[in-house]
T-cell receptor, first 114, second 110 residues
């Protein structure tokens, strides 16, 4: 059982480039989300989705786009990368959006923007 | 709004010593509280959770946590730390979203 799969594990971009971070889960989870992790800041929510076709902004959405065309996939797009987006990105999913739900995490993508 | 605070950014303990990581929450009602561990280069793994009932909860890897309403705390403890416990630890509570603390980095020295 793969769980939550993120690709790539590492990426280096130049300022202004665009790219997509991939996230897929095979647990039929309704809820999927993207976090960025920065030193001293913990995990901050970027965007989330409560089901196919439904997305919403989190705490730090600027500079990122998402879509949810299928239950399994939740890609995160950087339209024009900036050095401030250098971070470690985590995708997480849960059965549904709810206070008691356990979050399952991917292994992360380390992104550097030069 | 719900939130959690982890006052300690970094903690160093000797292998075999006891450990306590602090987590304070801000919420009017009884919160749902979680502790996660993140090993280097990995995602977060759930250690334990508290919803209601017994205020002392047991988790995986020998960890436990105690909910203290009077202190608004949910501290994580382990009686004897192993070198493999070196990691980042995150406290989490929930509301409309999942709120994580800023994390505590644990170093274990031989």
């Amino acid at each position: 059982n793969a769980g939550v799969t993120q690709t790539p594990k590492f990426q280096v971009l130049k300022t202004g480039q665009s790219m997509t971070l991939q996230c897929a889960q095979d647990m039929n989870h309704e809820y999927m989300s993207w976090y960025r992790q920065d030193p001293g800041m913990g995990l901050r929510l970027i965007h989330y989705s409560v089901g196919a076709g439904i997305t919403d902004q989190g705490e730090v959405p600027n500079g990122y786009n998402v879509s949810r065309s299928t239950t399994e996939d939740f890609p995160l797009r950087l339209l024009s990368a900036a050095p401030s987006q250098t971070s470690v990105y985590f995708c997480a999913s849960s059965r549904r959006r709810g206070e008691k739900e356990k979050l399952f995490f991917g292994s992360g993508t380390q992104l550097s923007v030069l | 709004a719900q939130s959690v605070t982890q006052p300690d950014i970094h903690i160093t303990v000797s292998e075999g010593a006891s450990l306590e990581l602090r987590c304070n929450y801000s919420y009017g009602a009884t919160p749902y509280l979680f502790w996660y561990v993140q090993s280097p280069g990995q995602g977060l793994q759930l250690l334990l959770k508290y919803f209601s009932g017994d205020t002392l909860v047991q988790g995986i890897k020998g960890f436990e946590a105690e909910f203290k309403r009077s202190q608004s705390s949910f501290n994580l403890r382990k009686p004897s730390v192993h070198w493999s416990d070196a990691a980042e630890y995150f406290c989490r509570t929930t509301g409309n979203q999942f709120y994580f603390g800023t994390g505590t980095s644990l170093t274990v020295i031989p």
